[in-house]
């Protein structure tokens, strides 16, 4: 993995969400059909699982690989990002919510800081490229170049999440 290039991606992808986001008022980001997630709930669900992923990789545990992706970019991108259909967020997911994102600036406030905390992170050596692998729920064993782009692409899958979550508000309204 190109450290530099992923670093630039994710910035791109910071930068992104953060725009996508800021166009949305507090009552938009707080709607709530029935049977879907709320947008903030989503947001919130993108924070706690950055949250994880972070955490996870500053430990260095995990068997070791012979290969440092078991997926690639490639695929991550389809199976998280090009694939429709299945929960927004899934019903243990749904359960670690706390509320804790209402608005737009409490959002931003916690995914740019975790966001670069990885950052910090890789910058510094905290997070090893190396070939260790650590489990995901759904996914199986994932290595670090794994979880890395995992970041990106499930944010972008729930980016979509949004768009779809504003398209439904509009057709209510």
Known sequence: ?????????????????????????????????????SIAEILEH????????????????????????????GKLKSILVDYIGGPKITETEIKELTGAV???????????????????????GQ????????KHTYLGAMTVTDWLNYVIYHTDRHLNDVKDSVMAIKKVA
Do not use: P
């Open 102 to 124: 209402t608005d737009f600036w409490t959002f931003k406030d916690i995914f740019v800081q975790q966001r670069d905390i990885l950052v910090d992170a890789l910058e510094s």
């Open 127 to 134: 997070i090893h490229l190396n070939n260790n692998t650590y």
């Open 46 to 73: 993108i924070c706690i699982s950055d949250e994880k992923t972070l955490t996870l990789l500053k430990t260095n545990s995990g068997y070791i690989a012979e290969t440092t992706e078991f997926y690639g970019n």
């Open 1 to 37: 993995m190109n450290i530099a290039q992923y670093l630039t991606d994710l910035n791109i992808n910071t930068l992104e969400t953060i725009e996508l986001i800021s166009n949305y008022t507090k009552s938009e980001l707080n709607f709530k059909q029935e049977g879907n997630c």
